[in-house]
T-cell receptor
Framework: GAVVSQHPSWVICKSGTSVKIECRSL??????MFWYRQFPKQSLMLMAT?????????EQGVEKDKFLINHASLTLSTLTVTSAHPEDSSFYIC?????????????FGDGTRLSIL | TQLLEQSPQFLSIQEGENLTVYCNSS?????LQWYRQEPGEGPVLLVT?????EVKKLKRLTFQFGDARKDSSLHITAAQPGDTGLYLC??????????????FGQGTILTVHP
């Protein structure tokens, strides 16, 4: 149980393109999903907290107009990297909570490797 | 801002050796989670510890949560090449404005040589 699916797994596109990444909880409902960015051989850096039916909460330093987050249902959150540039190239990972009040673990998707040419 | 200091950052050992990874903080966490991540994949949950002083075992892996719930350790006995990966500790808080968010340590890249 607690499977999180992330799609696509790998994207290569030209500079200036907008890219949408989907995060789905397959066998549970997730009122809260999280989006992370990870550089090679480094830890995860939280970008934003995505809440179903409300606006996302962004971490300090993350441009909300650059990284658009939509959490339209209890099983789907999307991250759109708008007008992507080479510096946006990274590994993006989403996670979802299975519920409860903070002591429930987060379950992660397999990540999306984004390469901007 | 909560910080979780994880050490060592890099660990290169021979098969059969034992190792310990530490996570320390000045903050109290309601729970602490350990993940293992392989290149190109998402982190996979190994264990969640909740109670101060708690010890959990998962085959050759032993996890401890400090009495004050500020620190944790992961001990691997007789490491094998299959243990190679990035190990991440993450602290969680049950309430307040940080509800649900995880504070990650810097990660430990473990390489076990045959």
């Amino acid at each position: 149980g607690a499977v999180v699916s992330q799609h696509p797994s790998w994207v290569i596109c030209k500079s200036g393109t907008s890219v949408k990444i989907e995060c789905r909880s397959l066998d549970f409902q997730a009122t809260t999903m999280f989006w992370y960015r990870q550089f090679p051989k480094q830890s995860l850096m939280l970008m934003a907290t995505s809440n179903e039916g409300s606006k996302a909460t962004y971490e300090q330093g993350v441009e909300k107009d650059k990284f658009l987050i939509n959490h339209a249902s209890l099983t789907l959150s999307t991250l759109t990297v708008t007008s992507a540039h080479p510096e946006d190239s990274s590994f993006y990972i989403c996670s979802a909570e299975t519920g409860g009040y903070g002591n429930q673990p987060q379950h992660f998707g397999d990540g999306t490797r984004l390469s901007i040419l | 801002t909560q910080l979780l200091e994880q050490s060592p950052q890099f660990l290169s050992i021979q098969e059969g050796e034992n190792l310990t990874v530490y996570c320390n903080s000045s903050s109290v966490f309601s729970s602490l989670q350990w993940y293992r991540q392989e290149p190109g994949e998402g982190p996979v949950l190994l264990v969640t510890v909740v109670t101060g002083g708690e010890v959990k075992k998962l085959k050759r892996l032993t996890f401890q949560f400090g009495d004050a719930r500020k620190d944790s350790s992961l001990h691997i006995t007789a490491a094998q090449p299959g243990d190679t990966g990035l190990y991440l500790c993450a602290g969680a808080n049950a309430g307040g404005t940080s509800y649900g968010k995880l504070t990650f340590g810097q990660g430990t890249i473990l390489t076990v040589h045959p």
